[in-house]
């Protein structure tokens, strides 16, 4: 069983903050990483994908990924109660083309 | 692009009963996924097509749920004789052909058995 791990929080910071969320994943064929932000009663949205070690920066968010480690990181830079949401680590199984979800970590920010 | 669509939003059933939802992906999109997420959980695979072929279903899916993709266009995922265990948000994503595309997902139908 391919296993993607998140602590389910939550995760509070106040407003303005960085949030850092955190991922770990059990497949080292895994291939594709992704965040995907999640608000109650909605469904999963995109926000960043990752493919290579290193980090990746788009807007206010940036995603880390060490392979060799198996971990997946999110940070979000100056953090606004808007990012308060859920938010869900995803693998991609190249070879399958299956994608496991981690748990979600609830992010509060503060005003 | 109009996104991956939907129907219906809610449903509201007797347990026992049949149901089916419907989902139209990105048109673009050759690979459609069904999921299924309960509260507090992360979404659940269920099953997946490469435009009209079913590539894979979950081990853990239930005889009594079943899927097509007649055409490689929209999708219905089908649940007979419901369960109060059935009850759970039922995401329907697409993705490309294109390696390590991500998934698109609709809005999902929220399913209640009574």
């Known amino acids: 069983q391919k296993e993607v791990e998140q602590n389910s929080g939550p995760l509070s910071v106040p407003e303005g903050a960085i949030a850092s969320l955190n991922c770990t994943y059990s497949d080292r064929g895994s291939q594709s990483f992704f965040w995907y932000r999640q608000y109650s009663g909605k469904s999963p949205e995109l926000i960043m994908s990752?493919?290579?070690?290193g980090d990746k920066e788009d807007g206010r968010f940036t995603a880390q990924l060490n392979k060799a480690s198996q971990y997946v990181s999110l940070l979000i830079r100056d953090s606004q109660p808007s990012d308060s949401a859920t938010y869900l680590c995803?693998?991609?199984?190249?070879?399958?083309?299956?994608?496991?979800f981690g748990s979600g970590t609830k992010l509060n920010v503060k005003p | 692009d109009t996104g991956v669509s939907q129907d219906p939003r809610h449903k509201i059933t007797k347990r026992g009963q049949n149901v089916t939802f419907r989902c139209d992906p990105i048109?673009?999109?050759?690979?459609l996924y069904w999921y299924r997420q309960t509260l507090g959980q992360g979404p659940e695979f269920l099953t997946y097509f490469q435009n009209e072929a079913q590539l894979e279903k979950s081990r853990l899916l239930s005889d009594r749920f079943s899927a097509e993709r007649p055409k490689g266009s929209f999708s219905t995922l089908e649940i007979q004789r419901t369960e109060q265990g059935d009850s759970a948000m039922y995401l329907c994503a697409s993705s490309s052909l294109v390696g390590g595309s991500p998934l698109h997902f609709g809005n999902g139908t929220r399913l209640t058995v009574t």
């Open positions: 990752i493919y290579s070690n």
């Open positions: 995803a693998v991609g199984d190249g070879r399958f083309n299956k994608f496991y």
């Open positions: 048109s673009e999109h050759n690979r």
